[in-house]
Each structure stands twice: as C-alpha cells, then as structure tokens.
C-alpha cells in the first residue's frame, strides 16, 4: 500500500487508482494511468501506467505536483480503508458485455518477492487491477471458474470451461474472453473449437509468457486486445490471442484449431500453422482481418455443447529406434485410438530390415483389435499424403488413416471428441473431414514479416 504521505498527496488532487495524471517533479513531466500499489517495494514510489502499456514507479518528494488530468467514469470520490483503493465501475450503455472466465496460469501469477517463487492470484480482480483501460472497451464480468496451471488441465477442464462459455454467450455477453496457461493453451482452444456449436460471439484465450508484475510482462495488451475482439468483433470462432511479433505492435488472433505454442519463453510464441491469422489487433485498438472466418450471424439460437470426450487415446511420436509395441500397450490398456506423429508425409518404419522396428504389422493389429489409428507429420507445417511413397501406400491399407494438415495435438483432441461424441464408425470418417477448421483445403505456407 502507499504510504500516508502518498496517500494525502492523491486524496489532495482527487486522483484515484484508474484516473490519469500528470506528475510534475522539478522539470520533468509524466503522464499515466494511477495503479494500484503492490504489497512490495517503497511505498512513497508511485505507480503510473504509461501510453505504451508499460508500469513505471516513481519516488515522490514533498515538492511534487500532481494533477488529474482525466477521471474515469465511476470511480468513488472518498478513500475506503486505509489505503487507495480501486472501486467497481458503472455500467456503460454505450459498451457490450464481455464475460472473463478465469482459469489461473501465468496470466494469472505474479512474483512472491519474499521467495522469488511465481504463485498463483485467487481472484481475478487482481490482474484486472492492473488494467484499467478496459472499462472503456466493455462492460466486463468476471467469472472466477478455476486457478490452474495449464499442465495440468485435462479433458474435464476443457468440458467445464466450454459450460461456462456456452452459459455466458446465451446469457446475453456479446463475447468471452479466457484467461489461460500458455503450456497447453493450444489443447484448450481445439478443445473448445470442437464442444462448441452454434457460436453467438467471439471466444478468445489469452495467456502471458511472463507474470503480470514483471516489466516485461505481454498480459496486459493480450488481454486488452483479446477483449476488443470479444467486444467488438463479428469472430463466430474460438480463437487464441497473443503478441505476433516480440515488441508490443499487436497481437494475432489466430484460430484455435490452426495454432501451435513454438517457443518456450518468447512473447510471439503462439504462431498460425498451415494457415494465416484470423485477424490482428494493433496496441491503440484497430483490428485489421487477414483471413476468412466464420462470422457471427444474427438469429435466436442457442450456442450449444458436444462435450463428451474420451480419454483413452494417445499421441505417439515415431523415432528412429522406435518400438512398434507401444501400440500393444495401449491396445492392452483399452485405448479407443491412437494418433501417430510420423516423419514427413506421415511416415512410419513400414519396410525395415529389422523386425523389431516394422510399424505395419503393430498398425494393422491395432486396428483389427477395434482401434482407430491416425496418421500427422511431426513436421508441423505441411500436410500428410500417401500417394507419394509406397510405405505410406502400405500403412493406408493397414487401416491408417491420413489426418490431411491438422496439427498433430490438434488431430489427438479431434479424435477423442469425436470417439466421445459418435460411434466409431462415424469417427473413423469424420476425423479427416473438417468440422472446425483444423483442416485447411490447401495448405498455406506463409511467412510474415516484421
């Protein structure tokens, strides 16, 4: 919390948490957004949010000067407690209603400085704290559903958050915003994509490579941006929104079957795959399309849910060395399906001289014993054929089947959905049809540049 002599300084001027002002001190000027102080640090630096996003702490004087220039509409006049407090805001008839669905992740932790251990917050509102601008792009509620790192999120996760969207989006919010770990984000949005029908507004995910209270932490403009999309745009799509480039120029919305986490720490990690962004989102607000999408359409139904889901199906990556076997166990396990990363176009060691390390014979006991087998390139980028190579004629006539250029974490969600939701015959011949978007008609192969 701030310290008395803070406290009077802002109490002075009518400054409270959200408003803008200007700090004078000597001859230099600031400008920023006031935000709430951390429980750490020198309680006489003030916090201001500057125009490019970033937090600055500054050490006020006895010979400071603070002016508000800007007073955000409905922000209490009085200061509750001890300490500077941000209240609730109005409703504002001229916004729509976005929903937050909170689910913890790096989005939501932030630094125990006492430990220097990351933790999780338990309310929301704590990250929201720190991004006042929202109140000017929609009339926000929370939902706080879940505090969870992403790791260990599982298909019951997913079947609860798609509850929570369909409930919010037939409950009259214009779009839903979903805060999420970045780990198995991608997971979650081609889970979603499959469980929800029918969609009335956008459904964007956001996430944070770094926690909220660092310097260089991208939460903040992913979720604004994320929050114009929910607010404003005609997505009828879930889609993942992230930093598109390492700087703070504007976010990708990418759709959520067509999205793939490549970099363990890096702010653009989160990249379209065999296809091009939805849409972007500069820092000041404009959202320029880049690609088709399904739009919202103006009538009375109901976003529905398909959330069944079977869990016993596996994603195995082939390697040279691989052990065939490894079908077996799962067979023995009662698995339903299994999808396979293989190499290029979807090969696997089908013509070995070794024995020991010939897939087809493993492939074709699979699926006789009831099991479905897919087929993906663990070259991400690119598209599965077996009408090049004679080992992949062989693995098709073993029961394989080609997943065309769906991602493979894509193609492993896709087949426990449709295992979850059909009868196996009907899974068998949806899995290489599109249903969401994860199967694009001609692979795109672009890259952008700065």
Wanted: aromatic residues 8%; contains cysteine.
């Amino acid at each position: 919390m701030y310290s008395e002599v803070v406290k009077r300084m802002l109490e002075t001027a009518g400054i409270f948490p959200g408003d803008r002002l200007r700090l004078t001190s000597g001859k230099r000027k600031f400008e920023g957004i006031l935000m709430p102080r951390p429980d750490s640090g020198d309680p006489n630096v003030l916090i201001i949010k500057l125009d490019n996003g970033y937090n600055i702490g500054l050490k006020l004087s006895l010979d400071s000067k603070l002016e508000k220039i800007e007073d955000k509409e409905g922000h209490s006049k009085t200061i509750k407690n001890e300490n500077v407090s941000q209240p609730a805001k109005k409703f504002n008839p001229n916004l729509n209603k976005v929903d937050l669905i909170y689910t913890g992740g790096t989005i939501g932790s932030k630094v125990d400085y006492a430990t220097g251990g990351v933790y999780m917050l338990t309310k929301p509102e704590e990250l929201l704290d720190s991004v006042p601008e929202i109140a000017g792009i929609a009339n926000l509620r929370l939902n706080n559903l879940m505090s969870i790192a992403s790791e260990d999120m599982s298909y019951l996760e997913w079947q609860k958050i798609a509850k929570a969207v369909a409930d919010s989006l037939n409950d009259g919010a214009k779009g839903v915003v979903i805060t999420h770990g970045t780990d198995t984000m991608h997971y979650t949005s081609a889970a979603l994509s499959f469980m929800l029908k029918d969609l009335r507004g956008p459904v964007v995910i956001v996430g944070s490579q770094r926690s909220s209270d660092r310097g260089s932490s991208d939460a903040f403009m992913n979720i604004v941006a994320g929050t114009r999309v929910a607010a404003e745009s005609d997505i009828a799509e879930v889609s993942i929104c992230m930093h598109a480039t390492t700087s703070d120029r504007y976010c990708n919305v990418i759709r959520g079957t067509k999205v793939r986490k490549m970099h363990t720490s890096r702010r653009d990690a989160f990249q379209p795959i065999n296809s091009r962004p939805i849409a972007s989102v500069s820092y000041e607000g404009k959202i320029t399309y880049m690609g088709d999408y399904s739009k919202v359409v103006g009538n009375d139904e109901k976003t529905k849910l398909m959330t069944g889901f079977e869990p016993k199906v596996a994603l195995i990556k082939v390697h040279p060395n691989s052990d065939p076997g490894i079908l077996e166990y799962y067979s023995g396990k009662g698995y339903k399906g299994v999808i396979i990363e293989g190499t290029g176009l979807g090969h696997a060691p089908v013509s070995t001289p070794y024995p020991g390390f010939n897939w087809l014979g493993h492939i074709e006991s699979a699926v006789d014993s009831g099991m479905i087998v897919g087929m993906t390139s663990q070259c991400i980028n690119g598209r599965v054929n077996d009408k090049v190579y004679r080992n992949l004629r062989l693995i098709k006539k073993a029961g394989g089947l080609f997943c065309e250029d769906m991602i493979p974490e894509v193609a492993y969600v896709k087949l426990g959905w449709l295992l979850g939701n059909y009868k196996k015959d009907e899974a068998e011949t949806l899995l290489s049809q599109n249903i969401a978007g994860e199967i694009s008609r001609k692979s795109e192969a672009d890259w952008f540049g700065e």
